[in-house]
């Protein structure tokens, strides 16, 4: 069974950094691609970054360009999310997503394991 758990949210003011780590367990597959997700209050679970284990492929949203980074640990089955110059509209909480397969893919619907989600608040 895979397991997901995310860890390193909290509230830092506009301007800092945070950084997210994302933790997979129970992967009986070679290839598999994650995902950040966030979720604001009252909007939708939008794509914020991904990873492929393959060729370590990314993908950022376009609100977080240039100031938010994807990396992947294969030996700790980790994936970091290191986030800069943090706005305060980035404010929500971020899901990480697992799933079986070496291409990059962006939809919530095709990651079938989740985790809990961690609060990242952020103040101006």
């Known amino acids: 069974e895979v397991h997901v758990v995310e860890s390193g949210g909290g509230l830092v003011q506009a301007g800092r950094s945070l950084r997210l780590s994302c933790k997979i367990s129970g992967i009986l597959f070679d290839d598999y691609g994650t995902g950040w997700f966030r979720q604001a209050p009252g909007k939708a679970r939008e794509g914020v970054s991904f990873?492929?284990?393959?060729?370590?492929?990314?993908n950022y949203g376009d609100s977080v360009k240039g100031r938010f980074t994807i990396s992947l640990d294969r030996a700790k089955n980790t994936v970091y999310l290191q986030m800069n110059t943090l706005r305060p509209e980035v404010t929500g909480v971020y899901y990480c997503?697992?799933?079986?397969?070496?291409?990059?893919?962006?939809?919530?619907?095709?990651?079938?394991?989740w985790g809990q989600g961690t609060q990242v608040t952020v103040s101006s």
């Open positions: 997503a697992a799933r079986k397969g070496r291409y990059l893919v962006t939809g919530p619907s095709l990651y079938p394991y």
């Open positions: 990873i492929t284990s393959s060729d370590f492929d990314t």
